[in-house]
T-cell receptor
C-alpha cells in the first residue's frame, strides 16, 4: 500500500521567513503533485513533478523531486500572508492503468505578520 | 472554459436517506475521479471512471456507495442509507486521461448527515 507522509503537519511562520515542507512516499513513483487548498475551497494545482531531479518554481514557491530518495520538497521563500493555506502532496499510483492519487495529510501553513 | 462543476455544493441528509452528488468534468475531459475528504485529513481516492465504464473502484466502500458516468450527463456518486460517518467533503476531479495529465478538482460537495 502506497503511503505518503508530509511534515510538518502544522507550520506557523513569520512573514519574510523561509521554510521547507517535506513529502515522503513509500513506493516507486515518478509523478508527484503539489496542491493548495484554502479553507472550505477546492484544491488548486501548483506543481506537477514528472522526473527525478525536477525543479519547478512559481513566485515564492519552489518544488523539487528526488525519486531515488522518494522525497519531494516545497520551499517557501520570504513568506507572505497570502500563502496561508493547506498544502498537499500527492503521488500517482499507476497500477493497472489507474491514475488515482494518494494524498498526504496536508501541511497547514499560517503566515503571521 | 468552465472548470469542473459539482452540485450541490452543500447537502444535508438525515440518517437513512439517499445522497446524490453530481460532477460535470471540464470540457474535453472524459476521465472522472471521486475523492472523499474527512475533516483535517487528506483526500482519499474512491473511484475512477471513464464514460460508461468503471476503471478502478478500489477505494469505494463495499456497501451503500455506487458511482456512474453515463454516456450523456454528469457523473453521479450515490450514497444509499447514509450514516453520520458519511459526513465529509466529496471532491470530483477530471482529466483528459491521455499521458501525464493533471487532475483538476471541482469545488466539492459538503455532505452533512444529521
Amino acid at each position: 500500500e502506497l503511503k505518503v507522509e508530509q511534515n510538518p503537519l502544522f507550520l506557523s511562520m513569520q512573514e519574510g521567513k523561509n521554510y521547507t515542507i517535506y513529502c515522503n512516499y513509500s513506493t516507486t513513483s515518478d509523478r508527484l503533485y503539489w496542491y493548495r487548498q484554502d479553507p472550505g475551497k477546492s484544491l488548486e494545482s501548483l506543481f506537477v513533478l514528472l522526473s527525478n531531479g525536477a525543479v519547478k518554481q512559481e513566485g515564492r514557491l519552489m518544488a523539487s523531486l528526488d525519486t531515488k530518495a522518494r522525497l519531494s520538497t516545497l520551499h517557501i521563500t520570504a513568506a507572505v500572508h497570502d500563502l496561508s493555506a493547506t498544502y498537499f502532496c500527492a503521488v500517482d499510483m499507476q497500477g493497472a492503468g489507474s491514475y488515482q492519487l494518494t494524498f498526504g495529510k496536508g501541511t497547514k501553513l499560517s503566515v503571521i505578520p | 472554459n468552465a472548470g469542473v462543476m459539482q452540485n450541490p455544493r452543500h447537502l444535508v441528509r438525515r440518517r437513512g436517506q439517499e445522497a446524490r452528488l453530481r460532477c460535470s468534468p471540464m470540457k474535453g475531459h472524459s476521465h472522472v475521479y471521486w475523492y472523499r475528504q474527512l475533516p483535517e485529513e487528506g483526500l482519499k481516492f474512491m473511484v475512477y471512471l471513464q464514460k460508461e465504464n468503471i476503471i478502478d473502484e478500489s477505494g469505494m466502500p463495499k456497501e451503500r456507495f455506487s458511482a456512474e458516468f453515463p454516456k450523456e450527463g454528469p457523473s453521479i456518486l450515490r450514497i444509499q442509507q447514509v450514516v453520520r460517518g458519511d459526513s465529509a467533503a466529496y471532491f470530483c476531479a477530471s482529466s483528459t486521461g491521455w499521458g501525464l495529465e493533471t487532475q483538476y478538482f471541482g469545488p466539492g460537495t459538503r455532505l452533512l448527515v444529521l
